[in-house]
């Protein structure tokens, strides 16, 4: 099956920690992203990446980190420096090209104990 | 002023009528237009793209777009419960980021 994989379904955070969400694609799409969706809200931009070994900051990327080092993966860490962390997150993938679809797969929510 | 705008309803429609979505958008030079649906706690699923003046037709689904009036439309036909969700509007800039730009969605309610 080709399509996006996200995980965990849910993660739970403590004060204090970072932790990492995963993002994988199997559709040799070139592009990735990263959004977030507060409740009774639209998607906001947090990073995306264009081609492996690059990203780029989105609207909302004060206090979270990511890295490019596959063309599969795009790894999402929330970092400590994140004081409102609780969303749903959803990572996304294109082929990268002009009039290029988005994809989403089939996101995170993140909890803070 | 948001770059995409949508009311945020809840649009409520008795099923069979015909639901109707607006979407206003700022940059004048965007080129590419998306509409998805997005279920209670479900991520975003694509309906329809649309990149020229005009009408789209998918099935119960028509796009509409206005680059004059830098305005877009989704109209639902037959509107059935199960068209009950979150739709939300998204469009591409021609130049700069190539991400999407997301309006905060229009709730749609079909009463059966």
């Known amino acids: 099956d080709g399509g996006i994989t996200q995980s965990p379904k849910y993660l739970f955070r403590k004060e204090g920690q970072n932790v990492t969400l995963s993002c994988e694609q199997n559709?040799?799409?070139?592009?990735m992203y990263w959004y977030r969706q507060d409740p009774g809200q639209g998607l906001r931009l947090i990073y995306y990446s264009q081609i492996v070994n690059d990203f780029q900051k989105g609207d909302i990327a004060e206090g979270y980190s990511v890295s490019r080092e596959k063309k599969e993966s795009f790894p999402l860490t929330v970092t400590s420096a994140q004081k409102n962390p609780t969303a749903f997150y959803l990572c996304?993938?294109?082929?990268?090209?002009?009039?290029?679809?988005?994809?989403f797969g089939p996101g995170t929510r993140l909890l803070v104990l | 002023q948001k770059e995409v705008e949508q009311n945020s309803g809840p649009l409520s429609v008795p099923e069979g009528a015909i639901a109707s979505l607006n979407c206003t958008y700022s940059?004048?030079?965007?080129?590419?237009f998306f509409w998805y649906r997005q279920y209670s706690g479900k991520s975003p699923e694509l309906i329809m793209s649309i990149y020229s003046n005009g009408d789209k037709e998918d099935g119960r689904f028509t796009a509409q777009l206005n680059k004059a009036s830098q305005y877009v439309s989704l109209l639902i036909r037959d509107s059935q419960p199960s068209d009950s969700a979150t739709y939300l509007c998204?469009?591409?800039?021609?130049?700069?980021?190539?991400?999407?730009?997301f309006g905060s969605g229009t709730r749609l309610q079909v009463q059966p």
């Open positions: 940059d004048r030079g965007s080129q590419s």
């Open positions: 559709l040799n799409h070139d592009a």
């Open positions: 998204a469009v591409k800039r021609r130049t700069g980021r190539r991400a999407l730009t």
């Open positions: 996304a993938s294109s082929n990268g090209q002009a009039r290029e679809t988005q994809y």
